[in-house]
């Protein structure tokens, strides 16, 4: 939770900083620097659901076509018996 924290504060200070170079306004650097961490929060909340779904389908890809490249290399000797 501590790095969190401090991860935090520091992307504040960058987001303030920049801003505040390019602007010279307090105002304006406050502003954005409060703002675009909640936009990068919106963000990566769909991010995340998009490369979860994305992962899933390519997992069930993967796995199939793993297990089918096991089974021809073990030959019959790994398939279950069929009864």
Do not use: Q
Not at 22 to 35: D, K, Q
Not at 45 to 53: D, G, N, P, Q, S
């Amino acid at each position: 939770m501590l790095k969190t924290l401090t991860f935090a504060i520091l992307h504040f200070a960058t987001a303030f900083l920049v801003v505040y170079a390019l602007t010279g306004s307090f105002v304006i650097g406050g502003t954005v620097a409060l703002i675009e961490p909640l936009c990068n929060t919106v963000v990566f909340y769909l991010h995340e659901r998009a490369w979860l779904r994305f992962g899933k389908r390519k997992a069930e890809r993967t796995t199939s076509y793993g297990h089918d490249v096991l089974l021809r290399h073990l030959g019959n000797k790994a398939r279950p018996a069929d009864k």
